[in-house]
């Protein structure tokens, strides 16, 4: 009576929906929360239409924004040398490689990117992927199942809860940077698993701030437990030639298990990657199905991102601006009194207001005066922490910098003295 028992005992549990997916309940709750805030004066954060590269500055309904809302820390996206090489890339190559690499094969801009990649972050090898989100979701399935443990920090990026979800392995999230707290359930747990696995971040994207590596490569050792670092906000950011966390805080490469990063922020193009030793980059190759099953990256995101990483060498002056503008930032907002939390001079920096009616109303404010800035509100945050979120570029001014401070405080002291 196998499948048909199981089959009887689901429908106890749910009420059968038969109408077409138009008519489900959330999707009218979505299309109505849309239809509401279209009515009122606030004027909707989201997929609004940028007409430029968005760097330092923007242009939005034909008007020029200064741009606090996109991951271009190095500028890099629009840059001529950049864009030169996309485009030999696309008269060479075309617009598609047309299917997997394991059939269709490589392009040469492949085989460089991943070496330059490797090297950049100090690994072996690397292998790069059609996208960030995508990469995370499929690596840790391959890897762990239904008899690991995946330890990830609390405030892990949704695609790294994807990949765990997806993988069946139990899932134990330790508060933000508490290795102590890590070291404590790993004891108590990791005895009871085939593989551990621990995943951080190397720039967490909500409060701006690094990783402990080096005290989680000490727990990991001790417990037999692997790291895997999502460095999509560290490539090209931190350490003193661009090459992520391990660079920074002087933390071996070899120690991570699974280096993972995005081309798609500092890199000035769209796709992910993995580096590691080179035998775990040749399984991915042969077993990685978001590789094996999935078209190759498009030669104009390869070329892209292999431009901007020689862009990066050659002009390392893009890293220190980045440095010295995000220092800039945080000091002048913990100056005018803004809350940033524990934001430490790198270029996600979070201005925390502690309501989301607050955070979209100072975000609008800033819109009217031609600041493109993101809120974030519940539910991707407590309510309590609804926050702005500012992205900085290595090619805003100090100047552009100050205006949005100086707009930031005032809209964000105004609401206070209001209440
Ligand atoms: N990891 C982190 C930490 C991210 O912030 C993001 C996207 N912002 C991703 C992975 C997904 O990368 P992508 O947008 O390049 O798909």
Do not use: W
Request: hydrophobic share 40%; with cysteine; net charge negative.
């Amino acid at each position: 009576s196998g499948p048909v028992g199981k089959a009887e005992r689901f429908s106890d549990a749910a009420t059968p929906e038969t109408g077409r997916l138009t008519t489900l309940p959330d999707v009218q709750e979505t299309v109505d929360k849309i239809r509401a805030a279209k009515k009122s004066r606030v004027q909707l954060p989201y997929y609004v239409e940028h007409q430029s590269v968005a760097a330092a500055t923007t242009t939005i309904a034909g008007e020029e924004f200064l741009s606090f809302s996109s991951y271009n820390y190095l500028g890099l996206a629009g840059h001529p040398h950049v864009v030169a090489a996309v485009h030999a890339a696309v008269d060479t190559y075309g617009t598609s490689c047309s299917a997997a690499r394991i059939l269709s094969g490589n392009r040469p801009i492949h085989n460089e990117l991943e070496r330059s990649i490797a090297s950049l972050v100090g690994a072996e090898d690397s292998v790069v992927l059609v996208g960030g989100h995508g990469t995370n979701a499929s690596i840790i399935p391959l890897l762990y199942g239904n008899s690991d443990v995946v330890f990830h920090d609390a405030l892990s990026h949704d695609s790294i809860h994807q990949g765990i979800k997806a993988s069946g392995a139990v899932r134990h999230s330790f508060p933000h940077n508490d290795i102590d707290q890590l070291d404590r359930a790993l004891a108590a747990r990791r005895k009871h698993f085939r593989r551990a696995l621990i995943v951080t971040e190397g720039i967490f994207s909500m409060d701006g701030d690094l990783a402990d590596l080096p005290a989680i490569v000490r727990v990991a050792r001790k417990h037999g437990a692997h790291i895997m670092v999502d460095e999509a906000h560290s490539i090209g950011v931190l350490g003193a030639t661009g090459g992520g966390i391990c660079e920074e805080l002087g933390v071996d490469p070899s120690e991570i298990d699974i280096l993972m990063g995005t081309l798609s922020k500092s890199m000035a193009s769209c796709g992910g990657y993995i580096a590691g030793g080179a035998p775990f980059i040749q399984h991915l190759r042969y077993s990685l199905s978001s590789l094996v099953f999935s078209a190759a990256i498009t030669p104009a995101n390869t070329a892209a991102a292999l431009a901007a990483i020689e862009q990066l060498r050659s002009e390392p002056e893009r890293l220190h601006r980045l440095r010295e503008n995000s220092l800039h930032f945080v000091e002048g907002a913990r100056a005018r009194g803004l809350n940033i939390g524990n934001a430490c001079g790198v270029p996600v920096v979070p201005v925390i207001l502690g309501d989301s009616d607050a955070a979209i109303g100072v975000a609008n404010t800033l819109y009217r005066q031609r600041i493109s800035v993101n809120p974030i509100i519940y539910p991707a945050v407590s309510n309590d922490l609804a926050r702005l979120r500012f992205f900085l570029t290595s090619e805003h001014t100090i100047q552009q910098l100050d205006r949005a401070l100086d707009l930031t405080s005032e809209a964000v002291h105004g609401i206070a003295r209001a209440a």
